[in-house]
């Protein structure tokens, strides 16, 4: 198995205010090895930006364990949070006012973190030359933000996102704001780095296009990991990929069902499970009835007494 650069169990964010409490994350368990480019979707509400900060330093949670590159997120002080954000990890926003100073050129903005960390202008400005090639915006090196098309803002953004060589580029909504084509070559620069860096990344994106590119997409849902889809390569003599959905199993054995899987058959608050010799099943229980006998396994069915 690969190691593992973002690992988090039971993870849980709870926000307050006055006499209010909002549960953002509610015991999710995230593995993401390293090297790997992966999706996370899901519904507004879901949790996926309060990960998002919480991965980035910007958050701590409130219980539960969460590490980057072997680094535990709870237990930070505050120089070592300000290190972690500048060297560990990078940012790529939906909002491209939050990538890039207004005020300073490409060249400069992608230079800017690099300045932070000790870096030598020699080294500096080299890198920056290389990351604006690499990402196919080396045009944009004397350009203000303001004088750039929007995808070309966003793939600055993540020429800046790795100016300090992090481990992990976490994108939220990345190509939120822009049409498919741009959309496109923004994703084409995340692919880029990854590729050709190993650096590990994660999308958070509403858009399928975005989403059907990466070999696995996990699906966030009330705070918690629910589906995640797989996707390979089709076999000899086939095109294109298989993608196959899984629901994820927590630590505590709990699934969340696709809602349209429960919806269709109408499952609501309890459901009849069976253990077959190679699989589970379930049925649902329509409200004041009892609940029907689910299909005889193929093995020897238990007694009464059996297995107790």
């Known amino acids: 198995m690969a190691e593992l650069l973002v690992e988090s169990a039971n993870l849980v964010k709870i926000y307050k205010s006055a006499d209010l409490e909002v549960v953002a994350l509610q015991g999710l368990d995230l593995h993401v090895p390293r090297g790997e480019m992966l999706a996370l979707v899901g519904p507004s509400g879901a949790g996926k930006s309060t990960l998002l900060n919480i991965l980035g330093g910007l958050d701590e949670p409130s219980?539960?364990?969460?590490?980057?590159?072997?680094i535990d997120l709870s237990r930070l002080s505050g120089r070592e949070r300000i290190y972690y954000r500048r060297r560990i990890v990078g940012h790529v926003w939906q909002q491209t006012s939050r990538n890039l100073m207004p005020y300073l050129t490409g060249a400069e903005n992608v230079t800017l973190p690099m300045r932070l960390a000790g870096m030598g202008g020699r080294q500096r400005r080299a890198r920056a030359a290389e990351l604006l090639g690499v990402l196919g915006v080396a045009r944009c090196a004397d350009r203000y933000p303001g004088q750039m098309s929007g995808g070309e803002q966003q793939c600055v953004a993540v020429a800046v996102a790795m100016a300090n060589q992090p481990r992990v580029i976490l994108a939220d909504e990345?190509?939120?704001?822009?049409?498919?084509?741009t959309a496109g070559q923004v994703f084409e620069a995340l692919r880029?780095?990854?590729?050709e860096s190993g650096v590990t990344v994660l999308v958070v994106t509403h858009d399928e296009a975005v989403s059907g590119?990466?070999?696995r997409t996990i699906a966030i849902r009330d705070g918690r990991t629910s589906t995640e889809v797989l996707r390979e390569a089709g076999q000899a003599g086939g095109s294109g990929t298989v993608a196959e959905e899984y629901a994820v199993l927590d630590r505590s054995g709990?699934?969340?069902?696709?809602?349209d899987f429960t919806e269709t058959l109408g499952m609501r608050e309890r459901v009849r499970l069976a253990l077959d010799t190679d699989h589970i099943g379930v049925w649902p229980t329509a409200p004041d009835q009892p609940a029907p006998a689910p299909p005889e396994p193929a093995g020897a069915p238990l007694g009464p007494g059996d297995g107790q």
């Open 213 to 215: 590119q990466v070999r």
């Open 192 to 195: 880029t780095v990854n590729a």
């Open 174 to 181: 990345p190509t939120g704001e822009l049409d498919s084509v």
């Open 254 to 259: 709990r699934l969340q069902l696709p809602a």
């Open 63 to 70: 219980a539960g364990r969460c590490s980057v590159a072997g």
